[in-house]
């Protein structure tokens, strides 16, 4: 094994070790044409009934207004938390506002449910 060889393998190895927590650390969600959206470019919601960090979405509600999920050991970072949901799976919130997406948004950039019920938002700048 030359030198080279056995030094590309120990940076590959590092990469692989490193690079799974870069993933985790990056903020779950970004701005982008004035609107904060998830990792696929689909516009995220805040539901107006959500108080106190918790999400009163459930059931029927979180079919039409999925949550935006978090991975069970999900760390809260600036303004990014985690909230615990009535089944116990864990969600993003931002600024303690419980996070969701919308059925009707199919494609990046919708935002069919701004506005629905005068209790659904979408998150701008």
């Known amino acids: 094994m030359t030198y080279s060889s056995f030094s590309l393998k120990a940076l590959m190895v590092a990469a ?6 870069l993933v985790f650390a990056a903020e779950p969600a ?3 044409d004035g609107k904060m959206v998830d990792g696929k470019g689909m516009t995220l919601y805040t539901f107006d009934k959500d ?10 509600c979180a079919k039409n207004w999925p949550p935006m999920m978090a991975p069970a ?8 938390t985690v909230v ?5 799976s864990m969600q993003w919130a931002h600024d303690g506002k419980p996070m969701y997406n919308f ?3 199919v494609k990046p ?3 069919m449910g701004d506005g629905k019920g005068g209790m659904w938002h979408m998150v701008k700048h």
């Open 73 to 80: 050991d999900a760390k809260a970072e600036g303004k990014w």
């Open 84 to 88: 615990k949901r009535d089944d116990g």
């Open 30 to 32: 970004m701005m982008k």
């Open 103 to 105: 059925k009707m948004d």
């Open 51 to 60: 108080a106190n960090g918790k999400s009163m979405c459930n059931g029927d």
């Open 16 to 21: 692989a070790l490193t690079l799974p927590t």
């Open 109 to 111: 950039g919708d935002a």
